[in-house]
């Protein structure tokens, strides 16, 4: 299996999972078939190729499927060696990022996602507070990750942009839904500045959901995810 053979990613626009992917390929100057996949109704084609976790992105490459975004990333990285690399090169820088990334995945966004989680004042209040304090944290270490470069992987965007950009769409609709600011100039300046030049990014355009859009549909997935009462 190689450079050229077929290849395809199941996933949906809003996902920030799939947005992973989606820049990853753009980095590497891959051509892709991506599959829209209904995140209420899922295909058989994707609980066949990712029987264990049964959700999006699946990589297809020839008839080898991968699964997990960062996996996923990691594997683009890999195999279309040719192009601008993604992950460090050196083993400590790369075991950094991995760290950070996995921070993102599983501290950051249980924070992140309990604004949206719920309507009560109390835990909405919590969930904000939390959010923002691990978004002080990322702002640390984007510092040291970017000694003083453009992006968290030096002047060029690399796995950790990847990983927490993916998220930006999502943040900018939850901040407009909640009349909240999670990245501002008087917290959080670097991250502030990195998140308007990684939306600017040649690989990021045309991948980012429009915040119009992805708006609209946090307007009719999110009441749905949380069990909100239909308005009588």
């Keep these: 299996m190689g450079e050229s053979d077929e290849v395809k990613l199941l996933g949906a626009w809003p996902s920030p999972l799939a947005i992973r992917a989606r820049i990853a390929f753009n980095i590497k100057n891959v051509n892709y078939d991506f599959i829209q996949e209904d995140v209420e109704a899922k295909s058989e084609l994707l609980l066949k190729l990712n029987p264990v976790h049964k959700r999006i992105p699946v990589l297809v490459h020839g008839d080898k499927p991968i699964c997990e975004s960062l996996i996923i990333v990691e594997y683009i990285d890999d195999v279309w ?47 904000v507070d939390q959010t923002v304090e691990g978004l002080l944290v990322l702002e640390e270490a984007f510092v040291k990750c970017s000694d ?8 060029q965007i690399g796995y950790l942009d990847l990983a927490m950009g993916g998220y930006l769409a999502w943040l900018t609709v939850t901040e407009n839904m909640n009349g909240i600011k ?13 998140a308007e030049r990684f939306r600017q990014h040649p690989a990021v355009i045309g991948v980012m959901p429009e915040t119009e859009r992805l708006t609209e549909y946090a307007n009719y997935i999110l009441p749905k995810m949380r069990g909100d009462n239909p308005p009588k």
Aim: aromatic share 16%; charged share 25%; glycine share 8%.
């Design 81 to 127: 060696s040719s192009g601008p690399s993604i992950l460090p090169s050196d083993p400590y820088d790369r075991a950094i990022a991995r760290f950070w990334a996995t921070y993102i995945d599983e501290k950051w966004f249980s924070y992140f996602k309990g604004i949206n989680a719920t309507l009560q004042e109390k835990p909405k209040k919590a969930a």
């Design 182 to 194: 999670l990245l501002d100039q008087a917290k959080t300046p670097q991250l502030l500045k990195w």
């Design 148 to 155: 003083g470069k453009p992006f968290f992987g030096g002047d």
